[in-house]
């Protein structure tokens, strides 16, 4: 899971955790908790829905549409 989280933190140089903190209005060290805190379930929802041809391509399909809250426990 570190790496997930790495790539996460590193993906634009940093510049996605602080959009998210400045849109929630929380600081970075809380942005950077709250996407750590959600990563276990969120690949858990991912392996579980990738695991049939069928269930990636309606997991494929949610997130191009931004319904991808039913994949989190």
Same mark, same amino acid.
């Given at each position: 899971? &570190?790496? /997930? ?6 993906? #634009?140089?940093? @510049?996605?955790?602080? $959009? ?16 750590? &805190?959600? /990563? ?6 991912? #392996?579980?829905? @990738?695991?049939?041809? $069928? ?19």
């Amino acid at each position: 899971m &570190g790496g /997930l989280l790495e790539m996460i933190l590193k993906s #634009q140089n940093g @510049a996605a955790v602080e $959009q998210l903190a400045r849109n929630f209005g929380v600081s970075g060290q809380d942005a950077t908790l709250a996407i750590a &805190g959600m /990563l276990p379930g969120l690949s858990r929802g991912v #392996q579980s829905s @990738a695991s049939s041809p $069928q269930g990636l391509e309606a997991l494929a399909k949610a997130l191009g549409q931004g319904r991808h809250q039913q994949y989190l426990d």
